[in-house]
């Protein structure tokens, strides 16, 4: 199958969130299992310059001429690929838009022409498909930055010869991201005003562009069974539930999966000493290689609690400082590492500097730290408000770090809960609650540090989980199911508008 993914970021080119590591792992994974897959990303050159890992570009003297409201954008294509990998990666370069600091947000400020750069970045990928031949039977777009495209793709591509039957698949990662634009804003999409209307583009009055996605892809899929459903409520829906349970019947939740050729301990880089399941003794080293480099005690009988995050209130800090007091008159450790909210920076800051041998915090962003850290913690806090799937509690259960997480979305579809003794001997692999309070989360950590004291259980627990295969495979063959599903979709409405006419 020719598959093209479009999305606003992808590693190692840019990264932001989850959203980058499933946009280029996916990838990778469709085209092991033989499909010619590329992928469509901005170039961002103050990012690039800044990555040392970032793959060579070049320039394969593409101009395109991309209509945006009232002016004509020029932009070249840049090519690239994947490393180790058969997928190759095109990269819209249009430095007006795209040469800045951030990917969408400065100095904690959204870029006020952010509906403007990504309604670009959706037609200038749509131009690239048609201008390289790429005659893709999918086009799969990611998030509100693209939500656009499968609007583009139903109003406009598919009446050019050739692309009559074109497929599109849109994936929510976060629903609480929606690309919410003034009503003016439609002007800039060049698509007529008809679509804007409460089922299509239109919500309250705005322009929406994750609404957009839902209402004109042939499939929507997110990235969890468990989220699939609770985006179809108003508690987690953000006001587009409707939307979504107008559509449930071709709304699917997957999995993401792991790129376990990054996150592995048998072959990591970044860690004090690789080890496997078969001999767990590398973690030990990694412990005290963590403590040691943080400025902890260096101490194997102590549970050592990790968190690598965006400090945001979706991750549940707030949980955290609650119960910090009773958690810190423990003999425990934690470790935090993340930036995001000022108040949650000062609060993990603050915590570290009045108890310097149970808390280290670095606020920033840090690859191989965050390896290191999942490598020598002995469990891994996620207390999530929501989580659409999570990346973190999934590398944790590799690495053999107990997670300890809020059974929402992803959390609950890859935590099995440690209740009882049958299920330690069985599948659970961490520990979960429901109540978003640090009572909830602090009896959770009590839990596991008395399990943790049950060296047996617990080495049971670790091994549950990092026996299970977290791997993209398993998802990609997901994906491929939707993939056929939305072709099929496609190839009925085309002959019943044909019988129409
Ligand atoms: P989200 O996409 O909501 O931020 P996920 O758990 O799905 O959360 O993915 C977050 C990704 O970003 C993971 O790969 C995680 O390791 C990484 N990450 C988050 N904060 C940091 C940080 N401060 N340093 C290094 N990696 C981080």
């Given at each position: 199958m020719r598959i093209v993914v479009a999305s606003s970021e992808a590693v190692p080119f840019s990264k932001t969130g989850g959203l980058a590591d499933v946009a280029s792992a996916l990838p990778k994974a469709l085209s092991l299992m033989g499909h010619d897959v590329s992928i469509f990303v901005p170039h961002y050159p103050q990012v690039h310059a800044r990555n040392s890992t970032a793959p060579p570009l070049d320039d394969i003297g593409v101009t395109l001429r991309v209509g945006v409201g009232q002016k004509t954008v020029e932009a070249r294509v840049l090519k690239s690929s994947l490393p180790d990998a058969r997928v190759t990666v095109y990269l819209i370069d249009q430095p007006g838009y795209f040469d800045r600091p951030g990917l969408y947000v400065e100095n904690d400020q959204d870029y006020r022409d952010n509906c403007e750069r990504f309604v670009f970045f959706s037609r200038a990928v749509i131009d690239a498909i048609e201008r390289l031949h790429l005659a893709p039977q999918i086009i799969h777009a990611n998030d509100w930055q693209t939500g656009l495209i499968p609007a583009l793709v139903a109003a406009e591509m598919r009446q050019i010869a050739g692309y009559e039957q074109q497929a599109t698949v849109f994936t929510i990662?976060?629903?609480?991201?929606?690309?919410r634009f003034w009503h003016w804003d439609m002007n800039l999409t060049r698509l007529d005003w008809k679509y804007f209307n409460w089922r299509q583009m239109e919500f309250f009055g705005h322009l929406n562009l994750l609404k957009t996605g839902i209402s004109f892809a042939d499939m929507i899929t997110t990235v969890s069974p468990t989220y699939a459903r609770e985006i179809q409520t108003p508690e987690y829906g953000y006001g587009l539930h409707g939307a979504l349970t107008a559509r449930k019947d071709d709304l699917v939740g997957i999995l993401n999966g792991v790129d376990t050729e990054i996150w592995n301990p048998a072959t990591d880089p970044h860690i004090a000493q690789k080890y496997s399941a078969d001999d767990l003794d590398g973690k030990a080293v990694c412990k005290a290689a963590i403590q040691k480099q943080l400025g902890l005690?260096?101490?194997?009988?102590v549970p050592l609690f990790g968190s690598i995050s965006r400090m945001t209130s979706q991750k549940g800090f707030s949980l955290i400082g609650q119960c910090a007091d009773v958690l810190l008159d423990q003999d425990v450790q934690l470790i935090f590492l993340g930036s995001g909210d000022p108040r949650y920076e000062a609060l993990m800051s603050q915590l570290a500097a009045d108890h310097p041998d149970r808390v280290s915090t670095t606020i920033g962003y840090n690859e191989p730290l965050s390896h290191q850290i999942e490598a020598g913690c002995d469990v891994f806090l996620m207390p999530s408000e929501f989580e659409p799937c999570g990346l973190n509690q999934m590398y944790s259960l590799i690495y053999g770090t107990v997670p300890i997480v809020r059974a929402v979305g992803g959390l609950a579809d890859s935590v099995i809960d440690a209740s009882d003794i049958n299920r330690i001997n069985g599948t659970a692999n961490g520990f979960t609650f429901t109540d978003f309070r640090g009572d909830a989360l602090f009896w959770n950590i009590s839990r596991a540090r008395s399990l943790f004291a049950d060296k047996a259980a617990w080495r049971r627990l670790q091994l549950n989980g990092m026996r299970r295969d977290w791997s993209w495979k398993r998802s990609a063959a997901e994906y491929v199911r939707i993939y056929e599903r939305a072709i099929a979709a496609r190839r009925r409405d085309s002959e019943c508008e044909g019988e129409e006419k």
């Open positions: 990662h976060n629903m609480a991201f929606q690309g005690p260096v101490r194997a009988d």
